[in-house]
């Protein structure tokens, strides 16, 4: 997906790609025609390589305007719904866990984060459970989006015509009358799907569980049920999954947008990069399309090939219509100019984005991080502050602690706690809904957590999938528990594809120091804050002080 996910993550978010946007879906049979972005990109791309990794997780997108998905529980998957699913009731919304109704009158009441007398993790869980109101991902709320019908008296269009929670609610009035209607099931499960990644609530993916199984109780192995599959699997950061059920779809429909994105989604969270670069080149010969090409740019970013992700991305804006599309690519392109350090053209497109969707939230957290970069940190902690509360997911929470810890101001350190400490409390919550947030745990708890837990967390993540950033995290997490040698070897899988991530670089460097390979630190810390000086907030500051130790020990 263009570089990151649904998911749950969606989110360039350590490692996982940003929701990808909506996509037509025309005749199964009949490959859509090539583009202009096609035939640019070929120009010089190279098309074989080492593989790299697409962030997830977020994502790992498939699309949720494609809104047709449904979930075929298999009892053996790991991490799928258990007794306790709540239930998915047609005339009405099904129960809602107690610990979110809770948190929401937190909210209401007046977002206290600090109010420990409320219960510690509890209350900070329910606050951090209130504030998702905004539909972040393929299912926004706009009428100019084009989605693929179904079978269904109900058209996936409702997904996208108003509010998430309004479509839910009409979708359930038609399936009270038409019970057996099989594609309004599937459409159903899916917008759960969208509305527990939208709002930070896992509590809805049982739901979506047991509505996309419906689905595929009435019509066994009906497309639209493997679509949903993958996207509840993807959402629930089970990879594996989402690639058999995306390669069940391509049994029956080899020209499926939906599967052809998430099946690139999938082997690029799984570290399988070669076959995704491969992937993506199917993809883009049978169904070139703004989802295929940010996923195709993305797959050539982690090879370290960022001029041509740069050319696909501003091809494919340049032929963007629907604002949807616009901000999402527009977005793509400012996750790129960031990641190589040029702030300017980040704001740019970060703007342009903001100017076609102002509740894009992706552009403004990415908006956030080059205005904190470019010196402007009260306009910055203005964004993430936004972004946070509409949008409390680890990787923003972690951002924003760090900023209020640089700014240092008085009550900051106890602002930046707070963060943290919703960054765990929302870990609880997911992994009580089936998610693996192993990577988030590993990421936010090296630096601001129980290092015991980070190290734990990276390594059962490991144990899963071999990707740049589980490498990477996997490095820090030995790191900070001082195991430097055995650290080593995975800060230079990290960068081995040649994915140019700062932070990256900066782990790297800073374990290269600790085992004594002091020449090497330098250059890694050098190339680290040449690449993207403003990378983090307090990872700048540690990279630059370690710099002028290494020069003052030569």
């Keep these: 997906m263009a570089p990151r996910t649904n998911g749950t993550d969606p989110e360039r ?19 859509a025609a090539r583009t202009p972005v096609t035939r640019a990109r070929t120009a010089g791309a190279p098309q074989d390589g080492p593989s790299r990794e697409a ?15 449904a979930a075929r529980e298999k009892p053996s998957r790991p991490g799928g719904p258990a007794a306790s699913e709540s239930r998915a009731v047609p005339g009405g919304d099904s129960a809602v866990d ?28 329910a606050v951090a459970l209130t504030f998702g109101s905004v539909a972040v991902g393929a299912l926004r709320d706009r009428a100019d989006t084009t ?13 996208t015509s108003g509010s998430l929670d309004a479509s839910i609610a009409a979708l359930q009035a038609q399936l009270k009358a038409q ?4 594609g309004s099931w599937a459409t159903l499960g899916l917008a759960y799907v969208e509305q527990a990644r939208t709002k930070g609530d896992p509590s809805r993916y049982p739901q979506a569980a047991k509505a996309l199984k419906r689905s595929l109780g009435l019509k066994p192995g009906n497309e639209q049920a493997l679509a949903g599959q993958a996207a509840l699997a993807a959402a629930r950061h089970d990879f594996a999954h989402a690639l058999t059920y995306a390669d069940d779809v391509l049994e029956e429909n080899p020209y499926s947008e939906r599967a052809l994105s998430s099946r690139i989604d999938a082997l690029v969270e799984l570290g399988r990069y070669a076959e995704a670069s491969k992937a993506a080149d199917t993809a883009d010969s049978r169904r070139p399309g703004v989802p295929v090409f940010t996923r195709y740019a993305y797959v050539h970013e982690l090879r370290g090939d960022v001029k ?7 091809q494919a804006l340049a032929t963007s219509t629907a604002r949807g599309d616009i901000a999402y690519v527009a977005g793509q392109l400012g996750q790129l100019a960031w990641n190589q350090g040029d702030y300017k053209s980040a704001l740019t497109y970060y703007g342009r984005a903001l100017a076609a969707d102002e509740n894009y939230l992706p552009a403004l957290e990415g908006r956030a991080r080059s205005l904190y970069a470019s010196g402007d940190h009260a306009a910055a902690i203005r964004d993430m502050e936004q972004v946070v509360a509409r949008y409390p997911l680890p990787r923003p929470l972690v951002a924003l602690g760090e900023m209020y810890e640089d700014r240092g101001a008085k009550g900051d350190g106890a602002r930046a706690r707070d963060q943290y400490a919703l960054v765990d409390a929302w870990i609880k919550l997911a992994r009580a809904y089936g998610v693996n947030a192993d990577l988030d745990t590993a990421l936010a708890a090296a630096d601001h957590g129980s290092r015991t837990s980070a190290l734990r967390a990276a390594r059962a993540e490991w144990a899963r999938r071999h990707t740049v950033h589980t490498a990477d995290a ?20 990290a960068t081995a594809t040649g994915y140019r991530n700062a932070a990256f670089l900066y782990h790297r460097g800073m374990i290269e120091r600790a085992t004594g390979h002091l020449t090497d630190a330098h250059a890694s810390l050098t ?19 370690a710099m002028k130790d290494l020069e003052a020990e030569r």
């Design 527 to 545: 190339a680290a804050l040449r690449l993207n000086p403003g990378f983090s907030p307090l990872g700048a500051h540690e990279a630059r002080r």
């Design 147 to 159: 989605v693929a019908a179904a079978p269904s008296a109900a058209s996936p269009a409702l997904l």
């Design 98 to 125: 107690p610990r979110v109704a809770a948190v929401r009158r937190v909210g209401e009441a007046g977002r206290r984060l600090r109010a420990a007398q409320l219960g510690g993790t509890v209350v900070l869980l």
């Design 308 to 314: 041509t992700a740069g050319q696909v991305l501003r």
């Design 13 to 31: 978010e350590q490692g996982a790609p940003p929701p990808s946007p909506p996509a037509s879906e025309p005749s199964p049979t009949v490959p």
């Design 55 to 69: 962030e997830p997780a977020g994502a790992a997108g498939s699309r949720a305007a494609d809104a047709e998905g």
């Design 474 to 493: 996997l490095a820090w997490a030995l790191h900070v528990n001082g195991k430097d040698a055995q650290a080593l070897p995975y800060a230079r899988q």
């Design 179 to 182: 019970p057996q209607d099989f």
